[in-house]
């Protein structure tokens, strides 16, 4: 096994995808819930938000997070035991979760 510095290859590389995985999933939660708070302040008649960013930019920039998300959310839920419903509370679309391998315990 390789090491380098006292860490194996393998240890460093386990310790990037997770600070990866952690990333993709945390800035994918907080865009939907900074998209359900706009929405939210529009429909309630707070335009002072909207004028800041058109919701289209806002939607592209969740759908880009989304592919992150889609890529490591199955295995940050196994390692950290969260199950669909849990996702679902979040406001993650069950569609989202069906791309991303996550699927509800029927």
Do not use: K, N, Q
Not at 3 to 24: E, F, K, M, N
Request: proline fraction near 3%; charged fraction near 30%.
């Amino acid at each position: 096994m390789l090491t380098t510095r006292g860490r194996s290859v393998d240890r460093r590389v386990g310790r990037s995808t997770g600070c990866r995985s952690t990333g993709a999933v945390a800035g994918y939660l907080e865009a939907l819930d900074a998209r359900a708070v706009h929405r939210a302040r529009t429909l309630s008649g707070g335009e002072a938000g909207a004028a800041e960013r058109s919701p289209s930019a806002e939607d592209r920039e969740v759908r880009r997070l989304e592919h992150g998300f889609v890529a490591y959310a199955r295995t940050y839920a196994v390692a950290h035991g969260i199950e669909y419903a849990t996702w679902r509370e979040f406001g993650v679309p069950a569609e989202v979760l069906v791309r991303a391998g996550i699927r509800p315990d029927r």
